[in-house]
């Protein structure tokens, strides 16, 4: 089975083209991976057989570089537009994506855009670049918040977390099998509930938190903060990255599952309880 990937999804204030941060999240990443040029985009090739084959078809697309990657990137902000950078044919797989067509509100009216970086899982989780990636990309885009979870974790706890007002069948109810599961609160994902732009709809196993969102969670307090404190690193920026389990968190060991639900109690204002 090949390995799952990481997706970083940072919230951040609306971009746009003259601001600087998404050009700067990719000279970042450039710089985090050496050989990487973010500077291709995929292409649908036109007429011929290509067109009758399946959409899903990989062999209809084709690797395109683009030749002023700041001018297309300004284009598709103007009109709106997926943007989704690669990085070229041979290298370090890396993709960078977001669509300003697709923001949404808080409670307060703030507007919130996503930036996903995608990595291929290799040893990224355990040699600390993903931390480094976190870290730096989260002050380049001057992201309010992020929450990852590894892919694998965070499909157990989806349906744990916001499903408070579905009853799921015991065969597909992971507490069922994992009872250490039900200590977790309920939340809603519905980000307009959000009472404002530096509240994380969740924890995950790494989370950024600009100074805003530490401030609004009361991080970094001593007398209560240890556990956390230990695993944490603040960045250039003074935002945190914040650490909940040494390996990357697992809902099948109960005792990450104990130091999650340890962490909504402590972080009581991450989401909204339901």
Same mark, same amino acid.
């Given at each position: ?103 949404? #509100? $808080?409670?307060? +009216? &703030?507007?919130?855009?996503?930036? %996903? ?9 355990? /040699? ?105 690193? #603040? $960045?250039?920026? +003074? &935002?945190?990255?914040?650490?909940? %389990? ?9 005792? /990450? ?18």
């Amino acid at each position: 089975m090949p390995p799952s990937p990481v997706v970083l999804s940072f919230t951040v204030p609306p971009l746009s083209p003259d601001d600087g941060r998404m050009s700067g999240v990719l000279r970042t990443l450039e710089e985090l991976f050496p050989g990487v040029e973010l500077g291709w985009r995929i292409e649908e090739e036109q007429g011929g057989p290509a067109a009758s084959r399946p959409v899903h078809d990989e062999s209809r697309y084709r690797q395109v570089r683009v030749t002023d990657r700041d001018a297309w990137l300004a284009e598709c902000f103007r009109s709106g537009a997926l943007f989704q950078v690669y990085s070229g044919p041979g290298q370090y797989p890396v993709n960078v994506f977001t669509s300003p067509g697709l923001r949404v #509100r $808080t409670r307060d +009216g &703030a507007e919130l855009e996503t930036v %996903t970086v995608w990595l291929p899982q290799d040893d990224v989780l355990t /040699d600390g670049r993903v931390e480094q990636v976190v870290a730096r990309c989260g002050d380049a885009l001057r992201a309010w918040h992020l929450a990852f979870m590894p892919l694998g974790t965070h499909g157990k706890l989806l349906p744990v977390l916001f499903s408070a007002n579905v009853r799921l069948p015991a065969s597909m109810d992971p507490r069922a099998r994992l009872p250490a599961l039900k200590a977790l609160p309920r939340l809603s994902n519905r980000t307009e509930l959000l009472p404002g732009p530096e509240t994380p709809v969740q924890l995950g196993w790494l989370n950024y938190w600009s100074p805003e969102t530490a401030q609004r969670l009361g991080f970094p307090d001593a007398s209560r903060d240890g556990e956390w404190l230990a695993r944490s690193t #603040r $960045t250039g920026s +003074g &935002a945190w990255v914040v650490k909940l %389990t040494d390996a990357p968190l697992d809902a099948e060991r109960p005792e /990450d599952v104990e130091a999650l639900v340890r962490a909504y109690e402590r972080f009581d204002g991450v989401g909204v309880r339901v």
